[in-house]
């Protein structure tokens, strides 16, 4: 499978716009705003702003408008070590070695949160969740430092292995090599991308990581003013070159000077072996326009999403959950029977709402509404794709059977705000006043859809496309119209009829008897 990472600056909104492709089609989207400042794995020294017993967690002030929560189950067993650990590097003018530090009894798991902090208390927390909506940041005060090929644990003594580094040798060699090298105090989790790298690779780095964390401390002290950031990610970009970047990647693009620059310098201390892949784009067209990214965008984010047989999916986004209802449209398979026919949109559908929901970033709870089917090993068929396509997420998701009205529960862990794209226009109608889905792209639609009909059902020499006139003018102007260039390519006869009682956008196709395909 081969990867395409496209990184662009949005010069008007003062945001760089981060999109991947597998094998060309648009699969995640961030947009990273320059002003922003709470980034998931920042860690910072902060005051205990108020206890909330009833809850067994607390408030903890970060700077934001809304103060984080950090519940008893996040202090972690450790957190009496690293409370020790602050304030002698609070009262230090030198960088503290862990190495040096008695580690103190572990945390109960049961115990009770105001036995263990008080308001104004002094501790160390690092992001989990970005502010979302009304709340303010998600924090844990058990502390882990990425790395590319490691994540490290101050505090902790375990060596664990990413589960999805299936040979057992290398476990135990990987293993090995880190219990040899690793300091007192520390323990590390292994990274799926560090399988076969060798002795060199974890000692380097490993040393990077433990000075960062040490010497994070430097920059405050027993007057400083807090909260106050001792240790980040930068931007998102630079995370993404970390922790995504691996052999399947075939180009990375890029269309602004420093942005590349930013991109070059990470390359060459994390991935040195990959930086051919990198390209700076100087075209003068818009670079996502040239490579079929901003049309996908387009025709991805709106609320309904088209399916390639003409089904469609309806997304609506709440505070509480998503709600994802799977549509048959107006497909008509006469020489189906309807179970066999919604089994087979729900198959489409399970891609599509995978898709989605990593296009979107979606977290959360997700409620997807499937086309009724009855037998059960059909609805045990979708469970079994979605949990298939599911796999395949970085993000951490569960997923539960259909249900008796046809219903699947999903969640999906949810970090930071969903991503969202308008997809909106001036209406060429209402001059204006209101706003439509990109009239456009409802073209291309159009057209997959009689490739659909084309290449599955032969039968069809002469189609009659019935839509709005303002979309029949569209497909019929000029004498190389799209409606000849269709049916040149498609080899089939096409007739377009103007239907005035249709909205704006809307289309349905007829074969030459009058009958309605979909």
Known sequence: MSKVLYLHHDKEKNEILIALTENGKLVE?????????????????????????????????????????????????????????????????????????????????DGNIKNVLS???????????????TKGP???????????????????????????IKS?????RLKSILSAIIEKNYGVIVRTNAENKNTSDFDKELRELVQKWENAFAKVNTKSKLPIKILGESDQVSTIVRDVLN???????????????????????????????????????????????????????????SLKTGAYLIIEQTEALTSIDVNSGNRNITNQSQETNALEVNLLAAEEVARQMRLRDIGGIIVVDFIDMYLQENKDKVYAKMKELLAKDKTKT?????????????????RRPATTIEVTEVCPVCKGSGKVTKSIYVVDELEKNLVYITEKYDMYKKIVIE?????????????????????????????VKPN???????????????????
């Open 29 to 109: 989207i961030t947009r990273e705003t320059n002003d922003k400042k709470f980034h998931v794995g920042d860690i910072y020294v902060a005051k205990v702003k108020k206890i909330l017993p009833s809850l067994n967690a607390a408030f903890i002030d970060l700077g934001y408008k809304k103060d984080a929560f950090l519940h008893y189950s996040d202090l972690g067993p450790n957190f009496h070590t690293f409370n020790k650990y602050l304030n002698v590097a609070l009262s230090s003018k030198t960088p503290v070695k862990l190495k040096n530090i008695k580690q103190e009894k572990s945390l109960p798991k």
């Open 119 to 133: 308001p104004g208390q002094k501790i160390i927390v690092q992001i989990t969740k970005e502010p979302i909506s």
């Open 138 to 164: 998600r924090i844990t005060a058990e502390i882990t430092i990425p790395g590319r090929h490691l994540v490290l644990l101050p505090f902790s003594n375990k060596i664990s292995i990413s589960q999805k």
């Open 168 to 172: 057992v040798e290398e476990k135990q």
């Open 247 to 305: 052999d399947s990647f075939t180009s990375i693009f890029v269309d602004d000077a420093a942005l590349y620059n930013n991109v070059k310098e990470h390359m060459e201390k994390f991935i040195p072996e990959k930086l051919n892949i990198l390209k700076y784009y100087s075209g003068k067209e818009d670079m996502l326009e040239k490579y079929g990214v901003e049309k996908q965008i387009n025709a991805a984010f709106g609320r309904i999403v």
């Open 398 to 414: 569960s997923i539960l059977p259909l249900s008796k009205f046809n219903l699947m529960e999903i969640t999906r862990q949810r």
């Open 467 to 495: 839509a709005h006139p303002f979309l029949v003018a569209y497909l019929t102007k000029g004498f190389f119209s799209k409606k000849y260039k269709m049916q040149r390519k498609y080899k089939i006869k096409l007739r």
């Open 500 to 518: 005035k009682t249709y909205h704006l956008l809307e289309y349905h196709f007829f074969d030459e008897y009058g009958n309605d395909i979909f």
